[in-house]
């Protein structure tokens, strides 16, 4: 199963070339598309939160995440 979530573009090592890169889903692991990067939130703890918020809670950390990732492989 691959579902897309977010992308971004950054410029690669040289400044010049625009990048898209997508989190996207692969057997439920959140990854990079350009390098295959994991996102994932260990350790977190939600207790007292409804499923739904849960839910919306770990998207937001993951989008975060993805959002200061940079790409190793340009």
Known sequence: ???KQSEQYERNNSGK???KRELIEIRHEWICSQCGCQFYI???ILDGL???E???HLKKMREQAFA???C???
């Open 1 to 3: 199963m691959l579902q």
């Open 17 to 19: 070339e625009i990048v």
């Open 42 to 44: 260990p350790g977190c």
């Open 50 to 52: 409804t499923l739904n």
């Open 54 to 56: 849960i839910m919306l």
């Open 68 to 70: 200061k990732h940079a």
């Open 72 to 74: 190793l492989l340009h």
